[in-house]
């Protein structure tokens, strides 16, 4: 007689408020999905994340979801992870948008990064040895429902947006503390090609230098075609 195989699949939904991050009852905010077969000693463990965008996107009814199908992958230029937004239809969450992407912990987190007074989406990519952070990022464009991804974003070390400019700057831990000077352009990033170092001297050299730099590139983007 062939031999039956069994399989349980159980499966741990998690809910996240986007107000809080956090769930009600204290636990943590990441669950699994484990398939295991009966009769074999191997088992894959799948980590999910869902986030109800309720308080980010108000009367949107957005979810975003984080299905990890390659958790042991750690390569970070292989996808290991399905991102999905989906929006509440008839009783139903439908997707959106869906990405392939690398995540090594499903960090999401909401920031404008195009001055358009709506929050963005960025989901973490891996972190290196000196825990420099990096992130995809999605723009918002919540009367279409649409998401558009920004090539090359995931490049930037630990971004931060500099609204007054419309520009991106980064903070980076490294042999030498740099930072490195960046915009949007269309759905890909333009880098400057500007460095600037901080020795961590108390005399503002950096802040001077930091200043330097933005007057530089808003001249260039000025006289630019």
């Known amino acids: 007689m062939t031999k039956l195989t069994f399989f349980i699949l159980t499966i741990l939904g998690l809910t996240i408020s986007c107000n809080n991050g956090q769930r009600k009852d204290g636990k943590s905010p990441t669950d699994s999905i484990a398939l295991t077969k009966i009769d074999s000693i191997t088992e894959t463990k799948f980590e999910s994340t869902e986030i109800v965008c309720?308080?980010?996107?108000?009367?949107?009814v957005y979810k975003i979801s984080l299905m990890a199908f390659d958790p042991r992958n750690e390569d970070e230029k292989i996808?290991?992870?399905?991102f999905t937004i989906s929006k509440l239809t008839n009783g139903k969450y439908l997707?959106?948008?869906?990405?392939?992407?690398?995540?090594r912990v499903q960090e999401v987190r909401f920031e404008d990064f195009n001055n358009?007074?709506?929050?963005?989406?960025?989901?973490?990519?891996y972190s290196d040895?000196?825990?420099?952070?990096?992130?995809?990022?999605?723009?918002?464009?919540?009367?279409?429902?649409?998401?558009?991804?920004i090539k090359g974003f995931e490049?930037?070390?630990?971004p931060n947006y500099l609204p007054q400019y419309n520009l991106i700057d980064n903070?980076?831990?490294?042999?030498?503390?740099?930072?490195?000077?960046?915009?949007?352009?269309?759905?890909?990033?333009?880098?400057?090609?500007?460095?600037?170092?901080?020795?961590?001297?108390?005399?503002?050299?950096?802040?001077r230098e930091h200043k330097k730099a933005i007057k530089s590139i808003l001249t260039q983007e000025k006289n630019s075609p």
């Open 79 to 82: 996808p290991n992870t399905l």
């Open 129 to 149: 040895v000196r825990s420099n952070w990096t992130y995809y990022l999605y723009l918002a464009d919540t009367v279409q429902d649409k998401f558009k991804k």
């Open 95 to 103: 997707p959106i948008f869906s990405d392939s992407i690398f995540s």
């Open 54 to 60: 309720d308080t980010v996107y108000p009367n949107k």
């Open 171 to 207: 903070y980076v831990m490294s042999g030498q503390i740099w930072t490195s000077f960046y915009k949007i352009t269309g759905d890909t990033i333009k880098d400057f090609d500007i460095v600037i170092y901080d020795n961590q001297a108390d005399n503002g050299s950096y802040d």
């Open 116 to 125: 358009d007074k709506v929050k963005d989406i960025l989901v973490q990519n």
């Open 155 to 158: 490049e930037i070390k630990n």
